[in-house]
């Protein structure tokens, strides 16, 4: 019954490892943060190394729900919808100071601090600039951050980037009577290509939930209420990437449009000599989509590195 759920509206053929990944047992629960109801899914032994695993704008805990569960042999993973995402409740604002609590209270209900080995932070996209935040103030809880094509842009192309781009929820949001129909017309943001078409629906289809008479987005029409809303914030996130402390690592998209060669030379450039940067060669911005076993082979890599130095 689960697997009949998960796979709402996924028409596209289904390779075997996507079938086990979501076959494989996990928790699901709802934990109250500042008042907000926040939703997550957790696989693999509460005894093992923890994960904590922040989603990026506009998507939900599913983004990783096929990733996790491959990794779930070595680790404790959780996941979880932002404020205003996904299956979590909304606020009346989103800023950061509610996200790094989102995090931290996430990962405490979890018992993602009870280990003597420190939890890790993976992160995509706007995700990444909360785990930033969240190692800011409480790196020495964390074994090290792996950042997933944040997007890290010298400020002129930020401006640039960012003048071709409408930013909010102006409108509320249109009830959808069929959810086949909406997937399909879905696109990922900033637009790509996606071959893998069953995820691209699987993403898709848990991007909306039924509501009476139809299908309605899971995102809150207040949820640019926050502190991203300008160029000189988003061109600060380099600078922010290189002076924030603990280990870091960057896993970014050959054929992205968020992070590019510039953007590994302008953050060596800021001082950014100690962090590592591993390329996917064919992925763009969502690496999850476009190259997902590549991508847990490349976390598993990280991982395995930073356990055998042991965490500082």
Known sequence: MQQESELRAVT??????FEK???VPRREGVVDIDGCPISYMEWGDPQSPGIIMIPGLLTTLRCYAFIAPLLADDYHLVVFDLSGQGDSGQREDYPEAARVQEVMGVARHTGLF??????????????????????????????GSIILDMMTMREDRVKRFRSKRIVGIKKPHRVNEDLEAVVAKFRLGPPQPCENTFLLQYIASHSYREVDGGWIWKFATNIYNNDYRTDEWWADQPHRLVRTPGRKVV???GLSRLFNQDSIEYL???????????????????????QPLALVAAIRSVLALWRISRNP
């Open 12 to 17: 596209a053929e289904r390779p075997e490892w």
């Open 21 to 23: 990944a979501l076959a």
């Open 114 to 143: 009870d280990q003597d080995e420190k939890p890790f932070i993976i992160a995509h996209s706007y995700g990444a600039t909360i785990g930033l935040a969240v190692l800011e103030t409480f790196s020495e809880r964390f074994g």
């Open 251 to 253: 896993i970014h998209g």
């Open 268 to 290: 060596l450039e800021l001082g950014g000599t100690d962090i590592p940067f591993i390329k996917l060669p064919e992925a763009h911005h969502h690496l999850m989509l476009d």
